[in-house]
């Protein structure tokens, strides 16, 4: 069956403009959970939405939204975009029952470069 | 594309060796742990998993320990091939919610020929 699908793959982004990335989860997943990861701070929990409710929140600020589609499909949207928002964002679906972390799939992520 | 592992501790083996990649966690009502591995331009893949009912768990090739005492995680690979190469993760699960992991900083496991 087909992975994550994340798109696109690269972006690059002055300061000040947003942007927004799109996940696809494998089919029949209804969790969608995002993190960014960078050199220096890892991997770090953005959000996770399932049944389009967001569900779970991580500790960033509210220049980082997102939201899901009936079909389960997930975007995340970054306003007033930083030098410090380049990173690798990667999103993970999975079944989406308490403990669903354990059926995580992750896809390879969009890589953000603000310049 | 770019690498994930700048800044981290690294581990550098000969082909055949066995790899011991070792993580501290956090957060002690953790009640299940996961090993990702990461390999460049790639998102983070499934290796094992433990619950926390449990101290040693077997897959192919790889063995997990924990150590709930020191919050401790290991994660052993046997005969360590080139194609391992890659930036390990452990990660916890906290059961203050729905899927929702935290990550360890990460190895970075370099397999010489």
């Known amino acids: 069956k087909a992975g994550v699908t994340q798109t696109p793959r690269y972006l690059i982004k002055t300061r000040g403009q947003q942007v927004t990335l799109s996940c696809s989860p494998i089919?029949?997943?209804?969790?969608v959970s995002w993190y960014q990861q960078t050199p220096g701070q890892g991997l770090q929990f953005l959000f996770e939405y399932f049944s389009e409710t967001q569900r779970n929140k991580g500790n960033f600020p509210g220049r980082f939204s997102g939201r899901q589609f009936s079909n389960s499909r997930s975007e995340m949207n970054v306003s007033t975009l930083e030098l410090g928002d380049s990173a690798l964002y990667l999103c993970?679906?999975?079944?989406?029952?308490?403990?669903?972390?354990?059926?995580?799939?992750f896809g390879s992520g969009t890589r953000l470069t603000v310049v | 594309g770019e690498s994930v592992g700048l800044h981290l501790p690294t581990l550098s083996v000969q082909e055949g060796d066995n790899s011991i990649i070792n993580c501290a966690y956090s957060n002690s009502a953790s009640d299940y742990f996961i090993w990702y591995k990461q390999e460049s331009g790639k998102g983070p893949q499934f290796i094992i998993d433990i619950r926390s009912n449990m101290d040693k768990r077997q897959g192919q090739r790889v063995t997990v320990l924990l150590n709930k005492t020191v919050k401790h995680l290991s994660l052993q690979i046997a005969a360590t091939q080139p194609g391992d190469s890659a930036v390990y993760f452990c990660?916890?699960?906290?059961?203050?919610?729905?899927?929702?992991?935290?990550f360890g900083k990460g190895t970075m496991l370099l397999v010489s020929p």
């Open positions: 089919s029949g997943h209804r969790s």
């Open positions: 990660a916890e699960n906290t059961p203050s919610g729905y899927s929702t992991l935290t």
């Open positions: 993970a679906s999975s079944g989406g029952g308490q403990g669903a972390a354990s059926g995580y799939t």
